[in-house]
């Protein structure tokens, strides 16, 4: 069963922007350019800063008094929520008693504060789009799926297509695309129309507020996750009608910030439905006779790709069973593909005097050094660019015979029983192994 990242809660709650999932299958048309186009200081600011957003987004890298202080503000807001009675409150309050609830993971208060913003029989509701994204990660918390979707299908007939709305769909559909992927296509193809809408009018220079259309490059990539979950279904035809409307949308001038993502987007976007591109690891970190090949053939292939610096990842990969196993009796394997950025060092030898002490600093430099022992290959920071790796870490999926089915994203539970990896390899086999164990 999915879980739903801190990261998002943490998103609904105190406003952040969650990620989504990757991208989809058959190739787009991709104009030529007649220059490569040139990232704006500010865009190139906002990349600049990804590993820190990353870094900041894993509420387990956060220090012991960033943790305490967390773990202090959700114990306040549970009491506080218990205090306050739903039907003591109307109009904005009980938004606010809601993002209160939610702040304290008090999840049935949640949806009841929220349900009843939503359903009173007042106008206007300025906080229409707030209360169904606070209802709809609730009802994820609660594993509710069924009545997510329902209200993911209502929140796109009852307010405009913002970030907000586009927030809270993405996390629906995140839930979902794995193991109910019916329904994650039903609510795409539902919000589909007006992504296509929202592209062409859209203004490079609208400034980025909850309250605005999401970028040209986000609505892009937001449209191609209807037909990613065609090709899950197996039905690559309806994937590449998806993805001819969505050029076709297009405005004809793209702001070159736009122009530069969604052309990153094309590119990672081709290689599903192909076989893996050839990946030449530098070094095993694992004892092994000899590498093999990546992909390994007659397996569904699990890679989890990310750079030195990404903390949260190193942790994941830890977590990869060395050998062979098995999901809905489709054989896996799964490696780890380590991006190093600085030159690799060994770990010091710490002092065994203070317990206290063991616990050092983080170090990128001691990636290589940290995961010796688990099936992970060092390759060059390159490979990094040629899967789109922005969202980390990236999970790369194989059928049986090396086509790539699948990209996505690993939270820290990806690797636990029925999560993310179970999930993918179970659905992947299925649909694509011929020779099921």
């Known amino acids: 069963m999915p879980r739903i990242k801190p990261l998002i809660l943490l998103s609904v709650i105190l406003a952040t922007s969650p990620a989504v999932f990757a991208q989809s299958p058959a190739s787009p ?29 894993a509420v387990a890298n956060w220090s012991d008094t960033e943790q305490s202080s967390l773990g202090v503000a959700i114990k306040q807001a549970s009491v506080a929520c218990a205090a306050r009675a739903t039907t003591d409150f109307t109009g904005s309050a009980l938004v606010d008693l809601s993002r209160l609830c939610a702040l304290g993971f008090t999840w049935p208060a949640t949806v009841a504060a929220a349900n009843r913003y939503i359903h009173e029989d007042v106008t206007p509701k300025p906080r229409l789009a707030e209360a169904y994204a606070l209802l709809i990660n609730a009802e994820l918390q609660l594993k509710d799926e069924h009545s997510a ?48 809408a929202a592209l062409h009018p859209a203004s490079p220079d609208v400034q980025a507020t909850p309250d605005a259309p999401p970028s040209t490059a986000d609505l892009y990539k937001q449209a191609l996750v ?35 993502a969604i052309n990153r987007m094309r590119d990672r976007y081709a290689l599903l439905g192909k076989p893996l591109p050839a990946i030449a690891p530098l070094a095993s970190l694992a004892t092994l006779p000899r590498a093999p090949k990546l992909p390994p053939h007659h397996t569904v292939t699990v890679l989890l790709l990310f750079p030195d610096w990404c903390a949260q990842c190193i942790r994941i990969a830890k ?14 394997y799964i490696y780890g593909l380590l991006a190093q950025t600085v030159p690799p060092q060994e770990m010091p030898k710490l002092s065994t005097k203070d317990t206290s002490a063991q616990k050092e ?33 990236l999970l790369i999926v194989t059928d049986s015979h090396g086509i790539v089915r699948l990209f996505d994203i690993a939270n820290e539970s990806a690797l636990q ?19 099921p164990k």
């Open 29 to 57: 048309t991709q104009p030529p350019a007649a220059s490569t186009p040139e990232l704006s200081p500010a865009a190139a600011y906002r990349e600049a800063m990804r590993p820190v957003e990353i870094t900041r987004a």
């Open 149 to 196: 979707l329902t209200d993911a299908l209502a929140l796109l007939t009852a307010v405009p297509y913002t970030s907000v709305v586009a927030d809270a769909t993405n996390q629906a559909i995140g839930y979902m695309h794995l193991l109910y992927t019916v329904d994650a296509v039903t609510l795409a193809a539902k919000r589909q129309p007006l992504l296509l």
């Open 226 to 260: 209807l037909a990613e979950l065609q090709q899950l279904q197996a039905e690559p035809a309806a994937a590449q009608e998806t993805v001819a409307a969505i050029e076709s949308a297009l405005p004809s001038a793209i702001a070159n910030d736009d122009l530069i």
């Open 319 to 332: 977590q990869m069973p060395a050998g062979i196993f098995a999901v809905n009796q489709h054989d896996a």
């Open 361 to 393: 600093s983080f170090n990128p430099a001691y990636a290589a050094a940290s995961l010796r022992g688990t099936p992970t290959f060092t390759v060059p920071p390159a490979l990094l660019d040629t899967f789109n790796a922005t969202d980390l870490p």
């Open 417 to 435: 029983p029925g999560d993310t990896v179970d999930s993918a390899v179970a659905l992947i086999g299925a649909n694509w192994s011929s020779t």
